[in-house]
């Protein structure tokens, strides 16, 4: 709901109507705004193309191998789907046929792989190069696949100030004294998994 009113209100101080919506593939149901608004839908994938096909095959993965777990089955291969041969199960990303199936980031995950196919076109950090077979395999499924990246290489990343200081902290403890933990600048685990750490 508030990703609707940051648009209500984006459209209010612009003037100018939605006219198309890109966003996070992550966020699914941008899908169902799209068509609300009758805009193209435009999803973005940030990560590569094996994980990719992974949440557009989860229904069949699913129902080949089974969701009970892959236990003395983790080095069998899906050798059922096109660019992913050489994959062996315990690859698979957590919450696919194994882990929680039910927490909501794989619900999440399952749900987008299940409406990618209405995009306009899928967007994803990608040259289109490093694998013919599962890049062709995803343009059959998908109105329209696009690879824009590997926006790592070709976008200079944001310079952040250290304001901690930690970088200096960590000059001036013994080598091997101290464990190191970075998650970039892209996330930030709540506290109480800080904690945890």
């Not at 699913?62 to 199960?89: A, T």
């Amino acid at each position: 709901e508030s990703f609707r009113q940051g648009m209500v209100m984006a459209v209010a101080e612009t003037g100018r109507p939605v006219s198309c919506l890109v966003a996070d593939a992550f966020i699914w149901f941008a899908a169902d705004m799209a068509a609300e608004m009758g805009v193209a839908w435009l999803p973005f994938w940030t990560a590569g193309p094996n994980s990719l096909s992974t949440h557009v095959y989860t229904d069949e993965i699913r129902e080949k191998i089974g969701v009970s777990g892959i236990q003395g089955r983790e080095d069998e291969l899906l050798n059922f789907i096109p660019g992913m041969y050489e994959v062996r199960f315990r690859d698979l990303q957590e919450g696919i046929v194994f882990g929680n199936l039910n927490s909501l980031f794989s619900r999440m995950l399952h749900r987008m792989g299940q409406v990618l196919p209405k995009a306009t076109a899928v967007f994803i950090n990608s040259f289109e190069e490093l694998d013919d077979s599962l890049t062709n395999d995803l343009k059959s499924k998908l109105k329209t696949y696009l690879n824009i990246g590997p926006f790592n290489l070709i976008t200079p990343p944001p310079v952040v100030p250290n304001t901690t200081g930690c970088l200096q902290w960590l000059k001036e403890r013994k080598p091997t004294s101290v464990v190191y933990i970075s998650f970039g600048t892209v996330t930030t685990p709540p506290p109480a998994e800080l904690v945890a750490l």
